[in-house]
C-alpha cells in the first residue's frame, strides 16, 4: 500500500484524507467531506463524554449547559449531534441510526451517500466509565439523486460499503476506518483538537490467543462453539477478555489478535448486535485488516440483508481462530 508508506505516522487525518482523494482521483472529493465531517461529529461527541460524569454537578458549578437543552442520556445526544453534523457537512441524504425506528431524512436530497450508525454502542458502560464507541457505514445511494433516501439505499449488502470504520473512546480517543485499501488509526489529540495518524495500513495478527464472548450464556452455547471455546482453554496463554462494549473488544482484538463472539443464545436466536451498523461495517475493517468474519455460514459481507434493523450472529476474528472455529461449525452441520 503506497499511499500508506507515503505517509508516516503523525500525518493529521485531513491531510491523509486529501491524499488519499488525489490517490483516487474518482472521488469528486464528495466522499473525503463525509469522512471529515464524522471525525468532526466524534469530537464533539468525545467532549460530552468527557463531561458526562460533570453532569450532575455541572449545575453546582454555574456552567450548565448552554443550549439550556434539558439534559438527556449520553446516547441520545450522540445520536442528536451525529445527525445534526451529518445535516449541516450536506454529503448524505438519508442517516439509519440505532437509535431511530425510521430512516432520518437529512433534507440534502442532491446528496450521493447514506450513512448507517451506531451513535454510542455500549451504553450500559457509559454510566460506569468504561470505553463506548461509534460505529458507521457509509453507502453510495442506489436511488435517484433528488429524492429522498430509501430502504434499498441501506439494504444494499455488506460488500456495498464505500467505506465504514468507528470510533472508540477509551483511555485515548482513535478513529478507525476503511475505504477498501487498508485499515489506518488516527488518535486525538485532546488540546490540538486534531487526529493524528497512529497506527498505519494495520494487520491483525494471524494467530491470536484472545477470545471475547459473554462466558454467562455458555450452556446455552451449541456444541462446535462451546467446544471451540473448551479448545482455546487448553493453550497456553489463552485469555478471556470481555468489555461488554462491541468496539473496545472488536478494537483490542484487532490489534493483538483474537476472536469476537456473540453466538445465539436462548434471549437471542439470531444474536443480539445489528447487521447494518454493527456487523457489516466491523467485518469490512477486519477484513480489511487480513482477519475474517462469519455469520457461522459465510462472511458477514456476504449475508444478504432483509430488514434495515435485523440482528444477526456474529464472529469476528484472526485467521486461524476463526477458521477453526468456522470447521467446527460445519461439522456439526
Ligand atoms: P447496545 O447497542 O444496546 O449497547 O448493545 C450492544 C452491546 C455491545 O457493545 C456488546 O458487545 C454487547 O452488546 C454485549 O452484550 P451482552 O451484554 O449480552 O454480552
Ligand atoms: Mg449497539
Known sequence: NNLTLALPVG??????????????????????????????????????????????????????????????????????????????????????????????????????????????????????????????????????????????????????????????????????????KGVNAFTYENSLGEYFLSHADIKMPEDGKIYSVNEAYFEEFTNPVKEFIQDMRKHSGCMARYIGSLVGDFHRNLLKGGIYMYPPTRKAKEGKLRLLYECYPLAFVIEQAGGLSSDGMQSLLDIVPESIHQRNIVYLGSKNQLTQLQKKLEKYH
Open 11 to 180: 500525518t493529521t487525518l485531513d491531510r491523509f484524507i486529501n491524499r488519499q482523494q488525489e490517490a483516487f482521483p474518482y472521488a469528486k472529493g464528495e466522499l473525503s467531506q463525509l469522512l471529515r465531517d464524522i471525525a468532526l461529529a466524534s469530537k464533539i461527541i468525545n467532549r460530552e463524554i468527557n463531561r458526562a460524569g460533570l453532569i450532575d454537578i455541572t449545575g453546582a458549578l454555574g456552567s450548565s449547559n448552554i443550549q439550556g437543552e434539558a439534559q438527556q442520556k449520553l446516547d441520545m445526544i450522540a445520536n442528536i449531534r451525529f445527525i445534526r453534523a451529518l445535516v449541516n457537512g450536506g454529503e448524505v441524504v438519508g442517516i439509519l441510526s440505532e437509535e431511530d425506528d425510521e430512516i432520518i431524512q437529512t433534507g440534502n436530497y442532491n446528496a450521493k451517500y447514506v450513512v448507517a450508525m451506531d451513535p454510542l454502542d455500549g451504553s450500559s458502560n457509559i454510566d460506569v466509565n468504561v470505553s463506548i464507541g461509534t460505529i458507521f457505514s457509509i453507502y453510495r445511494r442506489v436511488s435517484d439523486i433528488g429524492s429522498p433516501a430509501v430502504e434499498d439505499d441501506f439494504l444494499q449488502g455488506g460488500r456495498k460499503q464505500v467505506a465504514a470504520g468507528y470510533i472508540l473512546y477509551g483511555s485515548s480517543t482513535i478513529m478507525v476506518y476503511t475505504t477498501g
